[in-house]
């Protein structure tokens, strides 16, 4: 196979490599079947003597295209770094001389097959030049509460103009209700006062800000850098154009009416900790409530949550809130007693302090507990039992007044009987199965629904561990209450947080770059839409809502909404879809430039198509423990798992491999992909790769499916081992040798 003259291809000997791999052997058949322009071997490639001169020689030949066979491309790609060419890192090191015996046959035929799959790679493709976009800079901030303020005066101090919409007739939010605040500064001890005003008066001061009032969104299309929005303030509707949305609309407080078993709604002197911080605000307890003098006040924590009847999750504010309005109490009245019934306190980092002072004062009692009982006791007070106490298995408390901590609920939470289409947890409450079928606060004109994608109780969804602001919309971000439980310091912790994210999607998009899991990546999908049969796979199944649909049913892309996964492309079964460096035809092109040894000379060959996310670095990892596995095996990483095409199976099955395995990342409630569903649309697929080994009259054992996570990097030697010793069982693939 001869090439272009513009391929060029260096091979390192260093690290070990040349001490488990005959890199002259390799370097002379590298010669012998690509001719590429350059092809040199050097015991340090990355000495930046050489890396000169890899690039004077890339100027002076024209090469366009460089392979460079050394370490892993997760190492040193600050250094081999080439301007507007495509370049292919072949690892020998991790892959090859780290993890399979040195100066062995078979050690040797993965490192040549390595090389020949990388110069195949770089051979077909293009480098994908940058769209160059003239976008809208203004950031959208939806919602004027602690976090919707303080992400607009950051955006606006950076120099990004913002447009603040509230839908209520003024600024504050939730915060602006709160009476005093927990400590926020050293040393932890005094409540503070609420200062939600200074920020209101800096928001309205700031000439970069444009606040609308008394506006919710009618609509909002196009994509990041230019989000055409169009709301409605005191009924009349305006238009405008922004680059990115935050999204800090807040929360709600849980329906206390549910809370009957604790007396709310049947008892008058149970409410919740919202309605008594509005009263001690507006000066409406003394040291009476309804007219009956206060002695007794009963705090009880995770009033809804906590709780698998109501939200299994900690409401995170609840502690504090309790903490800082027993102090109330002690204003209020110093000789009243208050009791904080908790089934855990959480006060971490500087609450502890503030924790500790509270528990110090007089009159002030905390116990673990549960509050099986409260009833009236028939002299206007209530009477509680709380069993399983630090103090005794039950005690009773009398009080004047209980407070119930009650749990937080996103704005995007949609109850099940606010929309047809809902879904059953595994405790069987029906919930809607996203806020996408009936939140309504952004009106997004996406194909796959009006408002953010959520989790099972409401808050928008996101790979948690990786990238917590990204949500399933680019360019759009989730910040405050709205995206976690938080208090309100993290409230502003998190609205600099999405702040940067929406000028980070602004600047990516204007020089044509993805922002994560696949930040700096250029390449766009291409559609030859000539072909397209109009089945809606990819409008489905893109996990990012990138693609609108005409009424036909044939998708409409929208670049720069696309995290560039790929997962449309292994979807479509007419294999329309490509991206310049990454295709079907790209990949089968790596599959097929591979000779597959005679069945009597007993040397499978199984193809592993690994996640770049999870599962290709964990074998950087294995190769640094020098954990050896079968040598038999041919690994391409993939974007994703969802982007791997039935047709790239059925090429190597159909050619002669003996086996084909897939590892990607875990999916489920707990996901780990890091493009969310694209681990479990590959395993979904697996039906289609059964029927289509059926199809070859082939053994099902023949393909493989897992999941891991990267801190499981150790299962993958087994996996591949026991895999081999599979196919060893099987025999050879009988396409081998037609």
């Known amino acids: ?80 770094r080439f301007e507007n060419i495509v370049l292919e890192r072949v690892n020998l090191r991790e892959q090859v001389a780290w993890t399979h015996p040195p100066n062995d046959e078979h050690t040797n035929e993965l490192a040549l097959d390595y090389v020949k799959m990388g110069i195949s790679k770089a051979v077909n493709s293009s480098y994908p030049i940058p769209i ?47 009476h005093k605040l927990v400590p926020k500064s050293s040393p932890y001890l005094l409540l503070e006062t609420n200062n939600i005003n200074d920020t209101i008066n800096k928001v309205l001061s700031n000439p970069r800000i444009e606040v609308l009032l008394n506006t919710t969104i009618d609509k909002i299309s196009g994509q990041p850098g230019m989000f055409d929005v169009e709301v409605k303030q005191n009924g009349e509707k305006i238009q405008f154009q922004v680059g990115a949305i935050i999204q800090a609309t807040g929360w709600k407080p849980y329906d206390a009416n549910r809370l009957n078993h604790l007396g709310y709604g049947i008892l008058p002197n149970v409410i919740t900790n919202i309605e008594f911080e ?8 003394k040291d009476s409530f309804n007219g009956k003098k206060i002695e007794n006040v009963v705090f009880i924590q995770c009033a809804g949550s906590r709780d698998p009847n109501h939200l299994p999750y900690c409401s995170t504010y609840c502690c504090n809130a309790s903490l800082k309005q027993a102090l109330y109490v002690r204003e209020i009245n110093p000789d009243a007693k208050s ?11 500087q609450y502890e302090k503030f924790y500790k002072r509270v528990q110090s004062e007089d009159n002030i009692f905390l116990t673990k507990g549960e509050v099986t009982k409260i009833e009236k006791n028939g002299n206007g007070k209530v009477s509680l039992e709380v069993s399983e106490t630090l103090i005794a298995s039950k005690i009773k408390i009398e009080a004047d007044l209980v407070v119930l901590a009650i749990g937080m609920v996103p704005t995007t939470f949609v109850e099940a009987q606010e ?25 997004l004109t996406y194909r796959q629904g009006t408002d953010l994608p959520t989790l099972r109780y409401g808050f928008p ?25 938080m208090d309100g310091i993290s409230c502003v912790n998190d609205a600099y947080g999405a702040a940067l994210k929406a000028i980070q999607v602004i600047e990516s998009v204007r020089v044509g770059k993805a922002v994560h899991p696949r930040s700096g990546d250029t390449s766009y999908p291409d559609f030859f839409l000539q072909r397209c049969t109009q089945c809606k796979r990819c409008t489905e199944e893109c996990p990012f809502g990138t693609l609108d649909e005409d009424d036909k049913g044939t998708p409409k892309p929208n670049p720069n909404r696309c995290r560039r996964c790929g997962i449309c492309m292994g979807a479509c079964p007419e294999r329309i879809i490509s991206f310049k460096n990454y295709s079907p035809q790209i990949i089968s092109s790596m599959i097929k430039s591979l000779e597959i040894p005679e069945s ?22 294995i190769a640094k423990k020098r954990i050896q596995y079968s040598p038999f095996i041919r690994i391409i990483p993939v974007r994703c798992l969802g982007s791997v095409n039935i047709i790239w199976i059925a090429d190597a099955l159909s050619m002669g491999f003996d086996g084909i395995i897939l590892i990607g990342c875990k999916y489920g409630e707990d996901y780990q992909c890091h493009f969310i569903r694209g681990s479990e649309l590959a395993n979904k697929r697996m039906e289609n790769v059964q029927e289509k080994l059926k199809q070859l009259v082939l053994e099902p054992e023949r393909v493989e499916i897992h999941t891991l996570s990267i801190d499981e990097f150790e299962k993958i030697p087994t996996i591949f081992n026991n895999f081999a010793q599979t196919i060893e069982k099987l025999g050879p693939n009988p396409y081998k040798d037609m």
């Open 461 to 485: 969804d996101s790979h948690y561990i990786c990238f917590p602001y990204e949500t399933r919309r680019t360019g759009i971000y989730a910040a405050g209450t709205v995206r976690s439980p």
């Open 278 to 285: 509005q009263l001690v605000k507006e000066d409406k307890i």
């Open 132 to 178: 160059v976009l003239d976008v809208n800079s203004t950031i959208l901030v939806v919602g004027g509460g602690i976090t919707g303020l303080n992400s607009a005066i950051a955006c606006a101090e950076t120099g990004y103009n913002v447009i603040l919409i509230e839908k209520e007739k003024a600024l504050g939010g939730f915060y602006k209700n709160l």
């Open 600 to 621: 009597d000379e007993e040397k499978p060959r199984i193809l592993a198509f690994l996640c770049e996310n999870d599962a290709y670095p964990s074998l950087d990892i």
């Open 339 to 349: 009791y904080i019934i908790y089934k855990d306190i959480r006060t971490p980092a």
């Open 1 to 80: 196979m001869e090439t272009s003259e513009k391929l060029a291809v260096y091979i390192c000997s260093g690290c070990d490599i040349a001490s488990s791999i005959d890199c002259n052997k390799l370097l002379e058949n590298v010669e012998k079947e690509f001719k590429p322009a350059i092809c040199k071997l050097n015991n340090w490639v990355c000495n930046d003597k050489f890396v000169k001169q890899i690039r004077k020689e890339i100027e002076e030949n024209k090469v366009n295209k460089v392979v460079i066979a050394a370490c892993s491309p997760r190492f040193l790609s600050d250094v081999f």
């Open 419 to 443: 929309t047809e289409e809902v879904t059953t947890t595994a405790d069987g409450k029906k919930v809607a199965a996203g806020a996408e079928l009936g939140a309504k606060i952004l009106n």
